[in-house]
Every structure is written in structure tokens, then in C-alpha cells.
């Protein structure tokens, strides 16, 4: 087992596909991929490439942290609270335990995740 993970920005493997659960749905008509490319600590850390076309949903990380870097696209993230950022191609970011509120794909969005459960 490599200590190096490389994360390929352009996978060329089949992704699992996805959508938004009913209750997570806002608006539009979202679809996901997902490059899964490690897991460690016993399933507690993943790190991958996942991608979502344009729509409105719901984010509860609960106990869950993530970092995003974004590779292609646009989205605004916006909190409960009212609080809203707009990330694109380019920016990196941290969703911390405890958000709550809704991820708006403006134009569809590629990204490199770590998961932290």
C-alpha cells in the first residue's frame, strides 16, 4: 500500500452516478459523479473527484468535515444563518461539522473532496 495517493483531476475510470435525495432537493434536476480514489482510516477519510450539474440542494454535514477544491464550475453556498459565499474553478474551501444549509450549482461543478467523518 502507497503512503501517496495521487488524485487525477480527469478520471478516466466509470464514476458512480447519483442524485439528490427527495428531502434534499430544492430545485432543478442535479446529477452526481463520483471518482472514489482512497479511503483510509477504516472508511473515516475519503478523498475523490466529484461533479454535479446545475441545481439547488440541501447541506447537513452533521459530524462530517470537508475540504473542497473546486475544478471547474460555480456554485454559492449559502448558511442557514443567511451567510453566502460563491466559489469557483480555482478556490478551496472547508465545510466544518455542523453546517447547515443549501448548495446552489450555478454551472456544473468538478471538485476535489476529503472527507473527514
Not at 447519483?18 to 473515516?44: C, H, K, Y
Not at 454559492?76 to 466544518?96: H, L, Y
Request: glycine share 10%; with cysteine; charged share 20%.
Amino acid at each position: 500500500m502507497s503512503l501517496i495517493v495521487p488524485i487525477d483531476h480527469h478520471p478516466t475510470f466509470t464514476p458512480k452516478h447519483g442524485v439528490p435525495a427527495p428531502d434534499r432537493l430544492i430545485a432543478g434536476n442535479p446529477e452526481f459523479s463520483t471518482w472514489a480514489m482512497d479511503e483510509s482510516r477504516n472508511g473515516q477519510v475519503k478523498t475523490g473527484v466529484w461533479q454535479a450539474t446545475p441545481g439547488l440542494t440541501r447541506s447537513i454535514k452533521g459530524e462530517t468535515l470537508e475540504f473542497c477544491h473546486l475544478i471547474e464550475g460555480l456554485v454559492e453556498i449559502t448558511a442557514e444563518t443567511g451567510e453566502s459565499w460563491t466559489f469557483k474553478a480555482g478556490d478551496s474551501f472547508v465545510m466544518k461539522p455542523g453546517f447547515v444549509g443549501t448548495w446552489k450549482t450555478i454551472e456544473t461543478v468538478k471538485k476535489v473532496y476529503v472527507v473527514v467523518y
